[in-house]
């Protein structure tokens, strides 16, 4: 079992580099592979109700995608504003960068 610390070692070493996709996968009948190039999300817990809020961009040919994310139960899907990042960018910049782009 000499083995098992290297394999225990590289695991560590290489696992955490790796990027994770667990936030679902994009589908177009045009391409096989449709790049989601950035993507900015929001998770609220208050009084036992989850909320999350996800902005992701999907680049490829067509203008027809589908997003499917694993959810644990049928969420309750609605549009949020398009000011939501912008404001909360706004909001949490380091005091006097405020204002400025």
Request: aromatic share 8%; glycine share 10%.
């Amino acid at each position: 079992m000499r083995l098992r610390p290297f394999v225990i070692g590289f695991m560590l070493a290489v696992l955490p580099a790796l990027p994770g996709f667990g936030d679902g996968k994009a589908f177009s009948i045009a391409v096989p592979v449709v790049q989601t190039p950035d993507q900015q999300a929001l998770l609220v817990w208050h009084e036992g109700v989850e909320t999350l809020v996800v902005e992701t961009n999907l680049v490829g040919e067509g203008s027809e995608f589908a997003w499917v994310v694993p959810t644990p139960s049928v969420p309750e899907v609605s549009p949020a504003t398009k000011g939501l990042f912008p404001t909360l960018q706004q909001l949490t910049q380091p005091r006097g960068l405020q204002g400025r782009r």
